[in-house]
Structure formats: C-alpha cells, structure tokens
C-alpha cells in the first residue's frame, strides 16, 4: 500500500513514516520548505513540499496512494491568536484534504483533548462514545474535523480514522523538544522540582504502530481510537529521572497519585491489536533512552 503522511518530518510524523516502512507501506512525505528531511531519506519514496492547507499539492500529494494520513498541524496560529487563520489553514485546509483524498482511506491524528468537560454521569471512565467537549481551540478544531470525516463516511462511503493521543512521549528528532528535556536539566542543575500536576501519557511507537494498524483494516472504518496508556504525575517523572541520574533530589509529589478520569483503549487492543501497556516502565525506558542521548549530544546537558 502506498501512503500520503502530512507532517511527515515531525515527532509523531518521523514515526509513522518508520512504522509505515516495516510494514512495506510506501510513503509520500508531505514536509514544509523548512523542514530538516535527514531523518527520513532512506525510508520516503517521494518527498512533496508544501503545507496541507495548500489546494495545488493535493494532487501531487495523492498520486498513486492509497490512503491518507493526516498529521500535519499549523501551530503559529493557534499561537499568535490569529483565528482566522487557525480556521482557514487547519479547519478548512484540513476539511479540503479530506475531499481530495476522495474513496481513499484518511486516518486523522486527531487528540484526547476533544475532551475536557468529564460529566458526573460517566463515572470517570471514558470511552470512545462518550459526546465531546473540549475545553479549548486546538481541541475543538479537532472535534470538528472528525464530524467531518462522520459526514465523509456517511454521505460517500470514505473510509475514516480517528486517532486520539493524549501526551506522547519518546525521543523526538528534536531531542530538546522530547517530554523529560526540562526534568532532567533541573535536575542536574539541582533545582527543587515542583511541578505540580500530571498526565495522561502513551509512547509515540504505539500511536504509530496503531495508526498503521488502521489501513486496510476494515474494524478500523469508521472508528475512533483514544489513545492512553497511563497517567503519571510530574513529580513521577523527576523521580524516576533522579533514580536513574543517580542523585537526591528535591520533588514535590503532593499532587493527587491518580487521575479522577480515565480513558478506556479496549478497542485499540482489540480492533488494532496494540495493547497500551507499558505504564512506569515505558516511562523510564525513555527516560533512560532520553538520557544517555543527552549525554552523547552534549556531556554537559
């Protein structure tokens, strides 16, 4: 199968185009003018330059694929506080994309945070049923472009995914941009670390290893997956990070040890066939990854 990846060259994208290739998959890179392609040279069949918002690469883009997916996102928008833009680029443009893609199988890296608004009703478990509500613009931004892939699906019979990570972590071609980065500096730099709250977290191995999993799969059509393996406070992290630096550190762990909602990935184990288990133990296994790449990019980071 042949594969169109938007935002191929980022964190998430640089491990779908990985995952897509030890699949057999072709792959078609979407990347920016900007964008580093190193990373990605000996696994991209065709590279196309350009943003997914932009009506002239859609054809390019889609030559001789099979499926779609779409993971590309325009942050300086979002950023600047520019809604117009945020909607005519990532609302519209991303709407556009999915026309273009016509039959063609479009997988959407959506988000957790279609949600924020947990209602007493559900009892703090929340499944891929329950009605979204989400609690700012890049979360209803990506609500909105899932009932769009709904209507897709209903009016023409496009097959559609919905992939939902919460905080995804593993090392980021940018290492500095990888979750624990800021841990581990406080940390040697012996600061108190206390910052309170937590997560919900899953390894970015697993959201691609189950986005893959939707092509060609047939349970996967039209379906939503959320994607959560544990939650971990931050004070969690700074732990495991001292153990592993081999120091005493100063951690605030006074924030609650367990969320008050959870998220339920029965289907992704049972329709993709990834079981969203590595809890603690992922967590350190990155943040040992983590750590020793610091060391070899700079051994006084």
């Known amino acids: 199968m042949n594969i169109a990846i938007t935002g191929a060259s980022g964190f998430i994208g640089a491990a779908l185009v990985r995952e897509a290739k030890a699949h057999g998959h072709g792959v078609v890179a979407l990347v920016r003018k900007t964008s580093r392609r190193d990373h990605l040279e000996s696994l991209v069949d065709r590279f196309v330059v350009g943003t997914h918002e932009e009506a002239r690469v859609h054809a390019e883009l889609l030559d001789g694929v099979d499926a779609v997916i779409h993971n590309s996102f325009d942050w300086n928008s979002l950023k600047q506080g520019d809604l117009v833009e945020h909607m005519r680029s990532n609302l519209v443009g ?61 009016e023409r019979g496009q097959p559609v995914s919905a992939i939902r990570p919460c905080g995804v972590y593993g090392l980021d071609p940018t290492l500095q941009r990888s979750i624990g980065w800021p841990i581990i500096r406080r940390l040697r730099a012996g600061d108190r670390f206390d910052r309170a709250g937590g997560g919900k977290f899953v390894h970015v191995d697993d959201v691609a290893a189950a986005t893959i999993a939707c092509l060609g799969n047939e349970q996967a059509s039209p379906a939503v997956y959320n994607l959560v393996d544990c939650y971990a406070r931050w004070g969690d992290w700074a732990t495991i990070t001292a153990e592993l630096l081999g120091i005493e550190a100063d951690i605030d762990l006074s924030s609650p040890p367990a969320p ?42």
């Open 94 to 154: 991303s709407i556009d994309l999915l026309q273009a893609a016509g039959d063609r199988h479009f997988v959407y890296m959506s988000s957790i945070a279609v949600h924020h608004q947990m209602h007493p009703d559900w009892n703090g478990r929340i499944n891929e049923t329950h009605p979204l509500r989400p609690g700012n613009y890049y979360g209803a931004l990506k609500a909105a472009i899932e009932a769009h892939m709904w209507a897709a699906n209903a």
């Open 260 to 301: 008050k909602n959870m998220f339920e990935s029965t289907a992704v184990r049972e329709d993709l066939g990834v079981s969203l288990d590595r809890g603690f133990g992922g967590i350190r296994d990155h943040l040992e990854a983590l750590i020793a790449a610091a060391d070899a990019a700079s051994p006084t980071t």
